[in-house]
């Protein structure tokens, strides 16, 4: 067993104090923003295709309009994960952030694409999804660093 001040005193361990919390600031908000965008981006998509159910081929400008909250909800929580990136013991999750948002963003233009040529890919619909994954796992990493957990986490950077 190895031998510190307090066992060799006699006396109880001194206790290990967590590592101190990574301050996320504005990049958390701007990370939760994000999934929230894109969450209501979801629903309104869902809502609009419950309401134009058709096999019409829609033009892009059409697309943008219908997914522009999934668009911007991905966008925004790529930029979060980038400004993550250059933070001190939150580049894990700012790079699973810029990760799932950037499969996201693949997925969506992916999808776009093929829908604007009167086609669809089960893939790309599904991309979409992975990527959020990988989203939800950067928040979770994110906030337990944010809350100093490192058992939960593991060390920061």
């Known amino acids: 067993m190895e031998s510190t001040p ?24 701007a990370a939760f923003a994000g999934v929230v965008v894109f969450l209501f981006g979801e629903a309104y998509d869902t809502y609009w295709h419950a309401k134009h159910v058709s096999f019409v081929v829609e033009p892009p400008s059409a697309l943008w309009t219908i997914h522009l909250g999934i668009y911007l909800g991905a966008a925004v929580t790529v930029v979060a994960g980038v400004l993550l990136l250059r933070r001190g013991g939150l580049r894990v999750a700012g790079a699973l952030l810029l990760a799932g948002g950037g499969i996201e963003l693949a997925g969506f233009f992916l999808d776009m694409w093929k829908h604007s040529q009167g086609t669809s890919l089960d893939l790309y619909h599904d991309l979409v999804w992975y990527g959020f994954g990988g989203v939800v796992v950067g928040m979770v990493r994110l906030e337990a660093m944010r809350r100093g957990r490192p058992a939960a986490a593991g060390p920061l950077e």
């Open 6 to 29: 307090a066992s060799r005193s006699g006396g109880p361990p001194a206790p290990v104090s967590p590592l101190p919390a990574a301050p996320a600031g504005p990049w958390r908000h």
